[in-house]
């Protein structure tokens, strides 16, 4: 008999053995309405639950993320029902958690879970009372995940700086390639601006390593999964400069071209990104299924080799920064591109650092009741951001007017605030809220983002602009 009833369902229910193995064919999806939906009312707030995770998850969590605070020491999961589900009562075991997310198209980290066709909860003892721990032992215990987290976050601010500065070397090369002085499909002057190339192809490419094939790369390590996503992909792509670009042509009166722009833009980026998803879905069952050879966490199958990929990666982005800081020095005095792409690179990390530092808030909501849960405030509140102090770093290179200036002033706006904001995961949570149930709430998060960094940028930009009479 089946032990997936917590304590709070009767015993009586327990007793209907017949009817419970007719349930079980029914997946996950049945064993969740008899062992949660009884216990909590309505089940609307549990599927709701359910799918701001999984918008979060779709984008980005920050620390949240990482092997080390997926589980408590009970190995409770943290994400989905470590405050809602216990309040009413209920104690639901990781592999049911588990179980439930991927009823909903979401994928786990765990192989063993994955794997898992009809997985059945433990039992109420394994859940209620776990090993009792010796003082000392929890002690040492204690200490020694704090060290490893230590180790762990430490190793994932290092993936993110080096593919942060991938990231924005990427971005340079596209802008060159599809500008005026190659192809010239994309310009300053147009709706078409010099960074929808790159958002294109981080959206196309989110659909690969952010949705489709981004159990397959946890596998592998958590900490390459946040590298490529959330460092490379979340650094190749920008909002801020996306908004930026709107604001050039509003400036100038084009407000048409602008509104269009932007249309334009998030159509370009969620066809790139639901393109992406379908291609490696084609692709991953050409490739058909293989069954893993690693277990997923940070430690790339072993410490010792965790540590040599760290030691190594360290390296790299300690040779990137210190060449960047040479030709750096080299071109600032003559100013360019190149001057700006160098002082890009060199700023590119803390902005990828910033905006990881507020995933965490995706998918929590607002105060104690958790309002709003289903907005991703995190990536809100980093593309908003970018965007105004990009506007006001604009002005600032309007105002100053000098060749010095112009250089850190675009520096900054190309490594920093493209960094800091990101069109990767953005998309990738409008794509997962127009998956959903309530698709209306994808639009009313794009139209918010976009209104309120359009309206924030006209505030510390076009106003400066048309007051001052900046040219």
Partial sequence: MSHSYSDGIDMENQTNDSEFRDTRSLGSVGRRSLSVSETINPQSHIDDNIESEIVAEAGD??????????????????????KDVTESGVTVSPLVEDALLQTYGFWSRDPMVSNIVSP???????????????????????KKELSWWSLEYVSCLIHLAFFGILGVLTRYLLQKLFGPGVVGVTSDRSILYLDLPSNMVGSFLMGWLGVVFKSDISRVSDLLAIGLTTGYLGSLTTFSGWNQKMLDLSVKGHWVLSSLGFVIGLSLAAISIIFGVDSAKISKSLLGRRKPTSISGISYSSCTRHMVVMVVLLSMVGLLYGVSVVLEKRKFDSGGSEAELWLACMVAPLGVWIRWSLAPLNGRGLGRARLLKWVPFGTLIANVSACCVMAALATVKKAVNSKSCDTVATGLQFGLMGCLSTVSTFIAEFHAMRESSHIW??????????VASFSLGTFFYSLPVWTQGYK
């Fill in 61 to 82: 969590i920050g620390y949240r993320a990482l092997n080390s605070n997926r589980y408590s020491e009970s190995g409770r999961l943290h994400l989905l029902f470590d």
């Fill in 120 to 142: 059945v909860s433990p039992l109420a003892s394994e859940i209620i009372s776990p090993p009792i721990q010796q003082a000392g032992d929890k002690t040492k215990e204690t």
């Fill in 441 to 450: 709430r994808a639009y009313a998060y794009a139209a918010f983002t976009i």
